[in-house]
């Protein structure tokens, strides 16, 4: 069964200095990785995704992911992050078969502070 | 193109009431989705459906029935809830395009069982 782990419940930052927050996969072939934004009382926004291909991925709002296979990661990260980044950020892999659909890591909540 | 649509948005209900949650897609997708969000889980998959008709488990399907009557439409209901059934409920349906597949989201339904 694939699996996802965020090894990092909360991370704070200062405004302007970078992020990564972290992503680890179980899963048997390559699969499809995600990563998903939500602010408060807000549903999900795509950041962005990686299929195949090109192993750093450029996302919306400034964000960029680095899938690497020999570690099972696929890291999310920011260079200068702004206030209104504050918010959970969930990792998500779908396998390909469709009856497992999406599984989450169970999110990494950034705090920014000024 | 309104994409995934849910009713309601929100909705409290007693112990042992019943209700249905409604998820629409436009997009002509034939994998639909249901799952929960509950604070430090992540989302978890409670129901999918490949197609019209057709209906598997997730990992948290207690408590729950769905009907996929049709292409479109992919309700969800709670027969009799429960205070742990308090959470927001996001409903989904996925592009599959080989090598491509994605998830749409909707808005969520918040709902409060007391």
């Known amino acids: 069964a694939q699996s996802v782990t965020q090894p990092d419940i909360h991370i704070t930052v200062s405004e302007g200095a970078s992020l990564e927050l972290r992503c680890n996969y179980s899963y048997g072939a390559t699969p499809y990785l995600f990563w998903y934004v939500q602010s408060p009382g807000q549903g999900l926004q795509l950041l962005l995704k990686y299929f195949s291909g090109d192993t750093l991925v450029q996302g919306i709002k400034g964000f960029e992911a680095e899938f690497k296979r020999s570690q099972s990661s696929f890291n999310l990260r920011k260079p200068s992050v702004h206030w209104s980044d504050a918010a959970e950020y969930f990792c998500?892999?779908?396998?390909?078969?469709?009856?497992?659909?999406?599984?989450f890591g169970k999110g990494t909540h950034l705090i920014i502070q000024p | 193109n309104a994409g995934v649509t849910q009713t309601p948005k929100f909705q409290v209900l007693k112990t042992g009431q019943s209700m249905t949650l409604q998820c629409a897609q436009d997009?002509?997708?034939?994998?639909m989705y249901w799952y929960r969000q509950d604070p430090g889980m992540g989302l978890r998959l409670i129901y999918y459906s490949a197609s019209e008709g057709t209906t598997d488990k997730g990992e948290v399907p207690n408590g729950y029935n769905v009907s996929r009557l049709n292409k479109r439409e992919f309700s969800l209901r709670l027969e009799s809830a429960a205070p742990s059934q308090t959470s927001v409920y996001f409903c989904?349906?996925?592009?599959?395009?080989?090598?491509?597949?994605?998830?749409?989201f909707g808005p969520g339904t918040r709902l409060t069982v007391t």
């Open positions: 997009m002509n997708h034939n994998s």
């Open positions: 998500a892999v779908d396998g390909g078969g469709g009856a497992d659909g999406l599984t």
């Open positions: 989904a349906s996925r592009l599959e395009i080989a090598g491509a597949y994605e998830q749409y």
